[in-house]
């Protein structure tokens, strides 16, 4: 079926994952849904996803008493969802250059026990994540990944093997490059 056609488009529920990007609480991630272009043979591929919230709306077709006051056998009408368009938080949003300076200055400069700071997926007490979290304390814990993410994808930020003091061996960390810095 989906070869006989030229535009599908797929409607998504938020998963796990977006929920704890945006900030959506596990319960009402269920209001959210993403559209998206599954296959485009007649216009341009639009990459962006377009997000609604589903939300409530009541209908103001409750029945009354005999005497005109609210009663009677349905008082209180219908309530219907409808969905809203609904844009999602942006990760570099009210990030001040100060902030994110200090969170790679703080990076750069590495632990105070000589460990360098990683980007690693795994990572948990060497994590940079952790820094830009508390140099930009409204950031959620995935934006603060992401955000780590594009420093490294652009350059901002490299790994450097080290001689870890901790572990006594050769490990990789996180350095700055300081003509890179946001202005």
Known sequence: MRDAMRLVSTLTTM???????FGVSEIDRHDYVRLDPAKVNITRRSQKATWFKLVSVKLD?????????????????????????WTPPDTWANLSTVALNAALTEIDAGM??????????A?????????????????TEPQCREIIRTWVKNGV???????????????????????????
């Open 157 to 183: 930020l490299y790994r450097e093997d080290y001689e870890d003091p901790i572990k006594r061996e050769r490990r990789s960390g996180l350095r700055l490059d300081a003509s890179k810095r946001p202005s």
């Open 61 to 85: 077709n409750g029945t009354k008493a005999d005497d005109g006051s609210p009663g009677g056998d349905y008082p209180n009408g219908d309530e219907v969802q409808t969905v809203e368009p």
């Open 112 to 121: 105070s026990n000589g460990q360098r700071y990683s980007d690693a997926p």
């Open 15 to 21: 998963s796990e994952d977006e929920a704890k990007m």
């Open 123 to 139: 990572a948990t007490d060497r994590a940079a994540w952790v820094v830009v979290q508390r140099h930009c304390p409204g950031k």
